[in-house]
């Protein structure tokens, strides 16, 4: 079996992902798209990310926290890392593993990415944390589905899925 390892994300235009430890906007159908697509499957998170969704574990899914400094709790309800690489090795396997932000997480992910699914948001806000990975050369594009803005996402968006190269 080949494992997919599938990085999960909403950035700007200009690849913002994070201001003051939250995302730069509100898109209600994009976080229903990520618990969704997420659910039932092991994710991957840095301590950052853990701490922006409350310090509490996304329930339906294994969640491991990528830190040096935490301790996983002792009723097991999150998993702790010290690094990506162990991270991945808990899942040996999974079909598909999540692989959820933020910026660090996605760097160390590079190598091991199958997969991206993005939710390209039409603006460019401003932002401290920007998505470090450029989808181009063996990165293709094999699937878009537009959304316009409307009284519920005050900026339109595409769910993109991104595939590597030689892996489809």
């Known amino acids: 079996m080949s ?4 990085a999960v994300v909403a950035a700007g235009e200009n690849d ?3 201001l003051d430890g939250d995302l730069p906007w509100h898109l209600p159908d994009d976080l229903r798209f ?10 991957i998170m840095g301590r950052k990310t853990f701490e922006s969704i409350g310090s509490k574990p996304l329930p339906k ?3 491991v926290v990528v830190s040096g400094s935490l301790e996983a709790p002792a009723d097991g309800s999150w998993l702790v890392a010290r690094d990506l690489e162990s991270a991945l090795a808990l ?3 999974a079909e598909e593993v ?8 996605y760097a160390a992910a590079l190598p091991f990415l199958t997969d991206v699914r993005m939710t390209r948001v039409h ?8 998505f470090p990975i450029r989808l181009e050369g063996d990165w293709t594009l094999v699937e878009r589905e537009t959304h316009a803005a409307d009284k519920r996402h005050a900026y339109a968006f595409d769910f993109e899925h991104w595939k590597r190269s030689g892996e489809w």
């Open 123 to 130: 603006a460019s806000p401003e932002a401290q944390v920007f």
């Open 91 to 93: 899942f040996p396997e």
């Open 34 to 43: 990520f618990m969704r697509y997420t659910l039932h499957k092991p994710m």
């Open 3 to 6: 494992r997919r390892v599938t």
């Open 16 to 18: 913002a992902i994070g």
């Open 98 to 105: 999540i692989i959820a932000g933020g910026a660090g997480i």
């Open 61 to 63: 899914r294994v969640n």
